[in-house]
Structure formats: structure tokens, C-alpha cells
């Protein structure tokens, strides 16, 4: 995801997620939701660990549709919407040598079944997608989903910084805050983003040898004194 001095960018190479290897362990996406439940970005969109999980089996329902030939049906988004969703979530989170993207993650499937689960989210979505499509038919003379990438980068870079954002452009980066944030708080609690995340939990570290001389010092206790009964150090 692009970072705060960056600016929006076309995905890098497209490969599929990097193996963590033997030394971490996977949160489970119970665990990624339960904590994303009681970040900033859930709780400014409302959304609690229930209904992540709600929405994860939703998706899950629609992928495994798809597996054996069938065909997604947004329930809220339009055909054309529904692939305006999936651009734009690419652009935030794009694949690349580390782990899918936000499409490949199902995002746009989560954000459909929240759009009809909470309600109250569909007017700021439908309107922002639309003012999506009005700047780039304005400058471009086609909605953003058939513009080139570098087109749909320069709407993208009017709207994604707030502080140098013109007032022009005020209905868009509000907009845009809010897809990104609803596209984090997806990505983060899928299974692909639950596995980028690269939780190592608790493992066991057999070269762990103890709190630095120094932070002893500082802190005025040493292991010569050792409480074995309250299990602490000791002046």
C-alpha cells in the first residue's frame, strides 16, 4: 500500500505471496479480525469482528462458486461499479513479491456484502464511484475503469493526500479515505492479508539470552537475585 510520501502507483510485477517460512506462524483470521475490531479504521466504519467474519463467509460462498465455474453476481454494485471496486482496491493494495492483492484477496466481494449488510455505507460508495467516473470523463472523456494506469494514478494523486489536496477536490479525497479504509480493514482480515501479516505468536526463541547487562543495570536488578517463589528480579 502506498505510503503517506509516496505517490499512487501502478502494482509492481505480479506473483504470487512469498512462502513466511518455518520460523512464523500464522494468526488466524479470528485473531486479524479481532484486532482489527478495535482499530480506528473498524470502528470509524462500524464494523465489528461478527460482522468481518460474517462478510469472510460470504466471500468464501462466492469464491467457492467460482471455483467450480459459476459466476460472481454483485448484490449491491453494478457490473460496471463492481469493477471500478476492484481497480481501485488494486491500486491501494496491489500484488506484489509478498502477497496478493486486494482483488486477489477477495476485497471486492467483502465490500459488497458490507454495502448490503450496512446500509447506511451505500450512499458515501455509490456517489464516491461516481464522482470517480465524472473526473475521468471530464478530463479523460471515459469512466476510470477504461482509462489508461497513468490516467487513473493523476485522479488518484488529487485525492489521496489531504493536506495538499485542492478544495476542488474535497467530495473525492473524503471518498477516497473511506474506500481506502474499508479496503484495508478487508484485506487485512482475509486470509491473504491475515498470512502478510507474518504473525510469529508464541515461539520459542532458543538464543534468547536474557535482558541485557545494561537494561539490568538501568533498572537496578540483577539474575544473581532471582525470586524464584514471585518469579521476578531482584534489587
Known sequence: MSSENQEVTSPGPESGAEDAGPATKDMSRREAVQLLSV????????LSRVDHEKAWRFVDDARS??????????KFFTPAEFRTVGILGDMIIPRDERSGSATDAGVPEFMDFIMTDRPGNQKWMRS?????????????????????????????????????APATMADGV??????????????????????????IGNTFNPNWNGCPPEALAKLGVTYAKFDPKNLRLTP
Request: glycine fraction near 10%; aromatic fraction near 14%; avoid cysteine.
Open 39 to 46: 482499530l480506528p479504521i473498524a470502528a470509524a466504519l462500524g
Open 65 to 74: 462458486l467460482a471455483a467450480e465455474g459459476g459466476t460472481f453476481a454483485p
Open 128 to 164: 464516491g464511484l461516481a464522482w470517480i467516473d465524472a473526473q475521468s470523463t471530464t478530463r479523460f472523456g471515459k469512466p476510470f475503469a477504461d482509462v489508461g494506469v497513468a490516467q487513473r494514478e493523476q485522479i488518484l494523486n488529487d485525492i489521496a493526500w489531504p493536506a495538499r
Open 174 to 199: 473524503t471518498f477516497f479515505n473511506r474506500f481506502r479504509d474499508l479496503t484495508s480493514s478487508g484485506f487485512w482480515s482475509s486470509r491473504i492479508g491475515v498470512k502478510d501479516l507474518r504473525y
